[in-house]
């Protein structure tokens, strides 16, 4: 079984600074892609940034030279510092793991999400 689990969210004024943290767990074999995503109110889940095990990574353009995603394979777990936070930048943020649990074939994994929340 396998769970991803994320942590970080919060409230905080425009232009400051939160971290994300999101850690898979289980009898995972291989995690291939990992990445976060959010769903503002009243629109569409998007992705914010992704990651794979090799380090290469994808932003999308409303968070390029603001947010950093960042990766540590030893311990399954993704983080996502965001910086220069906009009031638009509120939504649930989700961590997707793409991977191999043992025994079984290649699949995404959501996490619960957790809520961000940037005043004006």
């Known amino acids: 079984q396998v769970q991803v689990v994320e942590s970080g969210g919060g409230l905080v004024q425009a232009g400051g600074s939160l971290r994300l943290s999101c850690a898979a767990s289980?009898?995972?074999?291989?995690?291939?892609?990992m990445g976060w995503y959010r769903q503002g109110p009243g629109k569409q889940r998007e992705l914010v940034a992704a990651i794979t095990s090799g380090g290469s990574t994808n932003y999308a353009d409303s968070v390029k030279g603001r947010f950093t995603i960042s990766r540590d394979n030893a311990k399954n777990t993704v983080y996502l510092q965001m910086n220069s936070l906009k009031p638009e930048d509120t939504a649930d943020y989700y961590c997707k793991a793409t991977l191999r649990s043992v025994g079984a074939l290649r699949a995404d994994y959501w996490g619960q999400g957790t809520q961000v929340t940037v005043s004006s």
């Open positions: 289980g009898t995972i074999f291989s995690i291939n892609v």
